[in-house]
């Protein structure tokens, strides 16, 4: 799994590609949390590019949403379609975690 | 004797199921407790086997205590072994004429199983069961010596008379098919009786019918795995070795004129019934010493050939094991514990429906799971049933108790999501429905774990809401999948249906156990903090 990543002033957005299952997952979960603690941030990860999303995923995101709450630090998914919109469905994950529909309108709800 | 072959396979087959159906987890404690020394454990064998003459009831009640960390293989050996003497006794009792005490047997059970209480229709199914049994081996003994006066049957049995290696590889093949050398053994005994065969052909009947037992034991053994091949590999280990030894000793004496296995059984008994009923007994019980002897490095042996499988490993028990504390509240504490576990090994089960196209690995860590559940509900039941047991005591009794139905639940239903999803899988494997669920599903369980491990508020109330009628999400994709655009046939359709059914039935099990969980607050593990000392400090439990 690759991961591009671009920041700009308090914004972050993470482009991960390729499968998130149990081998990536670990990675994964290091970046997210490094990015997290070194400065407060606005997270916002493209999921289109991510090909496969294990259930475990969805425990990291979620670990991180946790950590950001209550302050002015955020969590956005944006890009999400085919398999991947499907497992955020089934898990009912898409009523807990701010989801968007593309990186305009995620960077527009977190300005 | 047509009839009496029928009956008597009908009734082998009853009491088994039935017997089955009795290995209850207060019956198995008491055999797992019966077995801790090698005597007792070989008594318990041939107990069983002459009441219930069925090893496969045996091997299932072996393989499950094995396999819930009740009984250890080495503590199951010797009651192969002497299960095995047991079949030998078990077939010199079917030469005896017993009609009377069949009858009366047959009469007495069928009375209670019509007349008596619910919960004694096991009982009573397994002891109508045994008279059957007998009955059909007495019909069988009547219509065979009919058949002696028939021409062509005597003119049969005159063409493949002398022949002890035709005899050979007719029991063992007859076994093979009829699946039970002690039903074989019996038939070829009645024909023994009626002078239709002669004590040589017999013996070596007697060894075939032995080995061909083993060889469907391997053949079924090839799909098995852990803790089942091992007791199917070390029943083909004792025929083989037997067979090894006494085939040749067999010739020795025939072409010697050596007084060995035959002499033996000759001087025993005049009776050609009983004398190949004391070859069969012979059999099973001469290599028992030398297993005896080899206990330990037999069962290292075979954990090497099939180690136990990793649902086997994390289903057995590490926090019930030994006996139950006195404090009722620390007893409730390592029920809680040991459910953790259960779940984080129903969770590990969701590798098996990935992917999959076939249940029969969920199916077999579906069942390692519920011998643990069943160990826990035991412990659970054995709580409750203490006496100054506190109001909070009652309370945790109750959660933890819909925790378990719930996941008793949840297993059925995972066992039916696992049918679905293959069959799915096999037939339209275009559709990324069947992999989006398990992931989906995967989520929601971690959710849960979560909760039963920290009983943290902020997991609570996410597990509800992702379990709740608004968040969850399988209405939409049932909605997306039906509208059409993915042109599915109508079975396919109600594949799908029944799939997504299920689905949301798992998703509601997992937050009702998630409220049962929110219910029982927050674990004071610092009350077990002394009593997991103690446990480490003796071994009993790892850290």
């Known amino acids: 799994m690759n991961f591009e990543i671009y920041k700009e002033n308090d914004i972050c957005i993470l482009r991960p590609t390729g499968r998130m299952d149990k081998e990536t997952i670990p990675e994964f979960e290091e970046l997210l949390f490094s990015l997290i603690d070194s400065t407060p941030v606005k997270l916002l990860i493209d999921m289109q590019r991510v090909t496969f ?54 960077r527009g709800e977190v300005r | 004797m047509f009839a009496g072959l029928g009956l008597f396979f009908f009734a082998m087959h009853f009491l088994c199921v039935n017997l089955k159906r009795l290995a209850d987890q207060r019956l198995r404690q008491r055999i797992a407790k019966l077995t801790s020394t090698t005597p007792a454990a070989m008594l318990v064998g041939a107990v069983m086997i002459v009441m219930t003459q069925s090893g496969s009831a045996l091997v299932f009640l072996l393989v499950g205590l094995v396999r819930a960390g009740m009984m250890t293989l080495k503590q199951a050996q010797p009651v192969v072994l002497g299960a095995n003497v047991g079949a030998g006794l078990v077939v010199l009792f079917l030469t005896m004429d017993i009609r009377i005490a069949v009858l009366l047997l047959i009469g007495v059970a069928g009375l209670l199983y019509a007349f ?60 093979f098919f009829a699946q039970s050398s002690v039903a074989v053994t019996a038939v070829m005994i009645v024909f023994l009786q009626s002078g239709l065969m002669g004590l040589q052909d017999g013996v070596m009947f007697v ?19 852990g803790v089942q091949r091992q007791v199917a590999l070390y029943k083909f280990g004792f025929n083989l070795v037997a067979a090894l030894i006494l085939v ?30 004391l070859a069969y007994a012979f059999f099973n019980a001469f290599p028992v010493p030398l297993f005896l002897v080899l206990l330990g490095p037999t069962a290292s042996l075979l954990r090497k050939i099939s180690p136990e499988t990793r649902s086997e490993l994390g289903a057995k028990a590490k926090y019930l094991a030994s006996s139950a504390p006195d404090q009722p509240a620390i007893a409730l504490r390592l029920v809680d514990l040991e459910t953790k576990r259960l779940l984080d090994l129903i969770s590990t089960g969701f590798e098996a429906l990935r992917q999959s196209r076939d249940v029969k690995k969920l199916r077999e860590h579906l069942d390692a799971a519920e011998l643990l559940r069943k160990v826990i509900l035991e412990a659970l039941n054995d709580a409750a049933s203490r006496r100054s047991l506190s109001i909070e005591d009652y309370e945790r009794i109750d959660m933890l108790m819909r925790v378990h139905y719930a996941i008793g639940a949840m297993r059925d239903a995972l066992e039916e999501l696992g049918a679905e999803l293959a069959c799915l899988r096999r037939k339209r494997p275009d559709l990324s429905f069947s992999d989006s669920v398990v992931e989906g599903l995967d989520a929601i369980l971690a959710v849960l774990i979560s909760v039963a491990r920290r009983r943290d508020e902020h997991d609570i109330e996410v597990l509800l809401r992702l379990t709740s009628k608004e968040g969850n999400g399988i209405n939409t994709i049932r909605l997306a999948y039906l509208q059409g655009e993915h042109l599915l046939k109508p079975q396919d359709r109600e594949h799908l249906l029944n799939a997504m059914n299920v689905c949301e039935r798992l998703i509601w099990l997992f937050g009702e156990t998630g409220k049962a969980y929110g219910s029982l607050g927050r674990a004071q593990v610092e009350l077990l903090a002394p009593f997991l000392e103690e446990q480490r400090r003796s071994g009993r439990v790892t850290a």
């Open chain 2, 207 to 225: 060894y075939g019918a032995n080995i061909g037992g083993s060889l469907l034991m391997m053949v079924l053994s090839a799909n098995l795995s």
């Open chain 1, 53 to 106: 999303l294990a259930g475990a995923a969805l425990g990291v995101l979620l670990a991180v949403a946790k950590r950001l709450s209550g302050g002015a630090d955020r969590l956005c998914l944006f890009g999400l379609s085919g398999r991947t919109r499907e497992v955020f469905e089934v898990s009912g994950f898409v009523s807990i975690l701010e989801i968007h529909s593309d990186e305009i309108s995620a």
């Open chain 2, 116 to 175: 008596s209480a619910q919960n004694r229709e096991r009982v009573t199914g397994a002891a109508i069961s045994v008279g059957l049994l007998f009955l059909g081996m007495q019909i069988m003994r009547d219509g065979a010596s009919q058949l002696e006066a028939t021409d062509w049957f005597a003119r049969f049995v005159e063409s493949s008379a002398g022949s002890p290696l035709l005899a050979f590889f007719a029991g063992a093949a007859l076994t």
């Open chain 2, 248 to 277: 040749p000793l067999f010739y020795v004496e025939l072409f010697t004129g050596a007084p060995l296995v035959i002499a033996f059984v000759s001087a025993l008994s005049e009776n050609a019934g009983t004398q190949a009923a």
